[in-house]
């Protein structure tokens, strides 16, 4: 993904690139469906370490990002929830509703739905989630479980 972006950002800062507009979008478009599918996989270990919360007393489970991950998910997730009312397109109350309370949760983080930026410190999805730092914890947050399941089997306990 890292480079992907790296080369989508320098499509976008050179006024002469040699890539037609539809390369330039179908990178766009790669990066952008790379950065959703994070957003899913952080969203679903986060339920999953909501499960375990209490079971494992011993282990650091937090994830630095949660509530970023969880409201910009949901709102990747359900666009058409959000896009629905500008397109005069209606929707159930209750998703509109739910849609409401996510885009006020995303406003509150003063996260970028469907940004990603590119610096020294690597990609930053939707503004507020730095990547690099993301995916540092989850192999911290494997590792933790790795060793527990290790222990638990050595111990005879499976």
Known sequence: ??????????????????????????????????EHLVLIA???????????????????????????IKHLRDMYEHWEDHQAPSFGIVVPQERVKKATRTK??????KAKPWSI?????????????PLREFLSRLEEVEAELLRLERNTWIGGCP
Not at 8 to 27: D, F, V, Y
């Open 104 to 109: 006020k949760e995303v406003e509150k983080l």
């Open 42 to 68: 952080g969203r679903n270990l986060l339920k999953a370490l909501e499960m375990m919360e209490g079971r494992f007393p011993q282990l650091n489970l937090e994830i630095q990002d949660n509530a970023a």
């Open 1 to 34: 993904m890292e480079s992907t972006l790296r080369e989508w950002g320098t499509l976008r800062e050179s006024s002469t690139s040699p890539k037609s507009i539809a390369e330039q979008r179908r990178i766009y478009s790669a990066t952008s469906y790379d």
């Open 117 to 129: 930026s590119y610096g020294p410190e690597g990609p930053v999805l939707g503004g507020v989630i």
